[in-house]
Structure formats: structure tokens, C-alpha cells
């Protein structure tokens, strides 16, 4: 196997996958392995630009995913220091539950019952009805 390195992958699918990858020349037939794998997506916001991460593959337990290189496209190094330590953060805090903390330190909040709701359906009602009648 040979040296392991950050990578952006442009496959057949049309998927953009974010990787930690490594080359294997497997006897002649070179395959791609993938470490932790994710898709990362621009969003717009009134914040500016966040980015978004999820896995590539939601509901498997694996962590390495073998790819024959007639599904890839292109691949390009990279050495974004923000993708990078990004991506990191990501696969260091997959496994951490958010419902069930309570470190507010961290910016994690646990769950309330009232969690969610600006109103009850009645408070919201009069409400409504107060701004319907003055139109």
C-alpha cells in the first residue's frame, strides 16, 4: 500500500467524496481505499457559507471502502488546512451522542420537553387571530 494522503474524489456516480485515501496495487489492478469517507456540501446562509458534512455511505459500520478506479473520474490532493481540520473534527465526533449531553461548555444542550415550541396551539391561535383582524 502506499503513502496515505487527504483527497477529493469526482466519481462516475457523480458524487464528490471527501477522503483520507491510500493506493493499493493489487497485482496490476490498482484500487482506491477509502478511510471514513464524507460528503461535504456548501449551504448558503444568512451567516455566509457553512459547509456541510455526512457520511458517504449512512448506515454502514465500516470505516474503509474499497473503490476500482474505472468509478473515479478525477482525484486531487488537497492540503486545505479548513477541509482538513474540518473533515477531523468530523470523524473524531461522530460518536458523540448531542441528545444526551450536557456539557454546555462545548455548545451541546440536552433535550427539554418545551424544546422546539414558541407556543401552544390556543396561544397561537389568538395570535393569529389578533393579526387577521387588524388586515
Known amino acids: ?8 474524489i469526482k466519481l462516475v456516480s457523480g458524487e464528490e467524496v471527501f477522503s483520507q485515501v491510500c493506493i493499493d496495487e493489487n497485482e496490476g ?12 456540501k456548501s449551504v448558503q446562509s444568512l451567516n455566509g457559507i457553512l459547509i456541510k458534512v455526512k457520511p458517504w455511505i449512512d448506515l454502514s459500520d465500516d470505516n474503509f471502502f474499497i473503490v476500482k478506479l474505472d468509478k473515479i473520474i478525477t482525484m486531487t490532493e488537497t492540503k486545505n488546512k479548513n477541509l482538513i481540520r474540518l473533515y477531523e473534527n468530523y470523524i473524531n465526533d461522530e460518536d458523540v451522542d448531542i441528545f444526551n449531553s450536557s456539557d ?4 451541546k444542550v440536552s433535550l427539554s420537553n418545551k424544546m422546539g415550541y414558541i407556543s401552544s396551539v390556543k ?6 387571530e389578533k393579526i387577521f383582524k387588524h388586515l
Open 1 to 8: 500500500m502506499g503513502d496515505e494522503f487527504y483527497a477529493i
Open 29 to 40: 489492478d490498482p484500487v482506491v481505499v477509502l478511510s471514513s469517507p464524507v460528503i461535504m
Open 104 to 107: 454546555s461548555e462545548s455548545g
Open 123 to 128: 396561544e397561537a391561535r389568538e395570535v393569529l
